[in-house]
């Protein structure tokens, strides 16, 4: 978002290598909690569900490859955070997937946000590549670009380190 010697700084990281990791939270601050002045307003903004589309318009625009932003979003926190079962579609992994429609040309609309907040700053932003159906552990849990069944969270489990103590979250 900033400036945009930032964005460029940003791009030049992902094209080198230098960053291992996109991801978003999920702050879901109402209009009006973020309308207070510095520093009573909460930092963060809806963005879990935008990160995809977004990416994906990227992938379109040719700013970055689709294996690479599977390698950024999937594979890179598994290997970095040493999450077990997890960033691979391989015998042993859990089934986590999205499938997506490259093709697919959307606006991001403030009706769209599945968030108490009910708004994005991306409202009104038209993009290439859209998800469709989202399956965690199997489960499908996005059919055709709508959220079906109830959150299912479950605990992660980290690989062990050598001389560390495992820790779960």
Known sequence: MREQHHRDALWQAIREGVVDVIGSDHAPHTREEKARPYPQSPSGMTGVQTLLPLMLDHVHAGRLSLQRLVDLTSAGPARIFGIEGKGRIALGYDADLTLVDLAAR?????????????????????????????????????????????????????????????VGV
Do not use: C, K
């Open 106 to 166: 959307r606006t991001i609309v403030n009706d769209w946000i599945a968030s108490r907040s009910g708004w994005t700053p991306y409202d009104g932003i038209a993009v290439t590549g859209w998800p469709i159906h989202t399956v965690i552990r199997g489960q499908v849990v996005v059919r055709d670009g709508q959220m079906i069944g109830q959150p299912q969270g479950q605990t992660i489990s980290f690989l062990e380190i050598p001389g560390e103590t495992p």
